[in-house]
């Protein structure tokens, strides 16, 4: 069974760093790229950030190029992400997402998603 | 970046109803087109990729179509495990960008 668990979320002031985590079970974690999308509270998804397979490629939105670092240890089954210079608007559940390609590529569709952490940035 | 479109943002509708739900690309995505279900305080589900394919184990009530760039997810016979939020999702190009969501509610 595919499970992927998030973990590192918290209370942050602006500008501050956190680092979220995600290990991932139940599939050959290097044959998949992984991706991050968050949902701010009662709205709607928002896509973040991908790494390839072999963490050889990555990929970031506008919204976090700069200030957001992806990257991943396939002998921990383990992907994070590096969040800093933090806003009150990177407030939201962030969401670990395996992508369905099992070439490493980050092109396919999301099959499976981690239940979420939380990540709250105010003063 | 591609908008996604959709409509409407809400829906109140009854057991057995047939639903149908819409989202419009702000170009060409192919069928690069995938529809999700979120229920509250859950991660979202994968219910039909490639615009009209169904994924592994979702029911045959739900059901994709494509014409040009409008997607249309429809219920044929909502059940009461149905009542959520629905998001389209375009995988035709970075960034990847989700529909805003149409809430699903109980009549």
């Known amino acids: 069974e595919v499970q992927l668990v998030e973990s590192g979320g918290g209370l942050v002031q602006p500008g501050g760093s956190l680092r979220l985590s995600c290990a991932a079970s139940g599939f050959t974690f290097s044959a998949y790229a992984i991706h991050w999308v968050r949902q701010g509270p009662g709205k709607g998804l928002e896509y973040v950030s991908a790494?390839?397979?072999?963490?050889?490629?990555?990929y970031y939105a506008n919204s976090v190029k700069g200030r957001f670092t992806i990257s991943r240890d396939n002998s921990k089954n383990t992907l994070y992400l590096q969040m800093g210079s933090l806003r009150p608007e990177d407030t939201a559940v962030y969401y670990c997402v395996k992508d369905w390609d099992s070439s490493g590529n980050y092109n396919g569709y999301f099959d499976y998603w981690g239940q979420g952490t939380l990540v709250t940035v105010s003063s | 970046d591609i908008q996604m479109t959709q409509s409407p943002s809400s829906v109140s509708a009854s057991v057995g109803d047939r639903v149908t739900i819409t989202c419009r690309a702000s170009?060409?995505?192919?069928?690069?087109l995938a529809w999700y279900q979120q229920k509250p305080g859950k991660a979202p589900k994968f219910l039909i990729y490639?615009?009209?394919s169904l994924q592994s184990g979702v029911p045959s009530r739900f059901s994709g179509s494509a014409s040009g760039t409008d997607f249309t997810l429809t219920i044929s016979s909502l059940q009461p495990e149905d009542f959520a939020t629905y998001y389209c999702?375009?995988?035709?190009?970075?960034?990847?960008?989700f529909g805003q969501g149409t809430k699903l509610e109980i009549k």
């Open positions: 170009q060409g995505i192919s069928n690069y």
């Open positions: 490639a615009a009209s």
């Open positions: 790494i390839s397979g072999n963490g050889g490629s990555t």
């Open positions: 999702l375009q995988a035709n190009s970075f960034p990847r960008t």
